[in-house]
């Protein structure tokens, strides 16, 4: 069935470094791959998202990179600050061909060490 | 992060009684979800609801039940036949942004405890 792999599980910067999230996707038929971010005893929150006929987006301090062909995409995090600490979660999708249904990864939790 | 809410946050209940969370919206949305989130295991889809009337197993349905009778309101029963019901319960709801794209908005979520 389909799934969406995360790595890695827990990941652990100091304040200013960058970090990466990679997610790999099996359903080929996935056209859209958002981010969430659910900080400690609060709900996820959409923070970045990349449709499949884009290879990278950017937003400030975080960008999304997708490679189709490989089936991965991934988070990266520039200049990392003590408010990124979160646990952060991957999703695929085919989109509007079903009613939005997101596939997650199983999270990572990010720790930003001042 | 208003909008869709969640009651109660906290639940507790002895082994063999169905119990059921609610789950309410008033962003109009048609579609409305539900996860479970266990430590290590990210959000895994419980049912999902595109619009009244309709619904679908995700991936761990086995043990609960649904019902979408109005567009603001998706109820999860958790039964006596889920095995391992202990965890924390989190509504979604949704609209397309474009032809793509849905962006799910989550609810505050509850957290189940079974003994």
Redesign the interface.
């Known amino acids: 069935g389909e799934n969406v792999e995360q790595h890695p599980s827990t990941l652990s910067v100091q304040e200013g470094d960058s970090a990466v999230i990679k997610c790999t996707y099996s359903d080929s038929a996935s056209n859209y791959f958002p981010w969430y971010k659910q900080e400690l005893g609060k709900r996820p929150q959409l923070i970045i998202d990349i449709r499949s006929n884009v290879g990278e987006k950017k937003d400030q301090r975080i960008a999304v990179t997708l490679n189709k062909t490989a089936k991965h995409f991934s988070l990266h995090i520039t200049e990392t600050q003590p408010e990124d600490s979160a646990v952060y979660f991957c999703a695929a999708s085919r989109g509007n061909n079903q009613g939005g249904k997101l596939i997650f990864g199983q999270g990572t939790e990010l720790s930003v060490k001042p | 992060?208003g909008g869709i809410t969640q009651s109660p946050k906290y639940l507790f209940r002895k082994e063999g009684q169905n119990v059921t969370l609610s789950c309410e919206q008033n962003l109009n949305h048609d579609?409305m979800?539900w996860?479970r989130q266990d430590p290590?295991?990210?959000?895994?889809?419980i049912y999902?609801s595109?619009i009244v009337n309709d619904f679908q197993k995700?991936?761990i349905a086995e043990g609960y039940s649904v019902s979408r009778e109005k567009k603001e309101s998706f109820p999860l029963t958790v039964t006596s036949a889920q095995k391992n019901p202990t965890a924390f319960y989190?509504c979604a709801s949704?609209t397309?942004r474009d032809?793509?794209?849905?962006?799910?908005y989550?609810?505050?979520?509850t957290r189940l405890t079974v003994t």
């Not at chain 2, 032809?99 to 799910?104: G, N, R, T, V």
């Not at chain 2, 989550?106 to 979520?109: L, M, N, R, T």
């Open positions: 992060d579609a979800y996860y290590g295991q990210g959000l895994r889809l999902y595109q995700g991936d989190l949704s397309p032809s793509w794209s849905y962006e799910q989550f609810g505050p979520g």
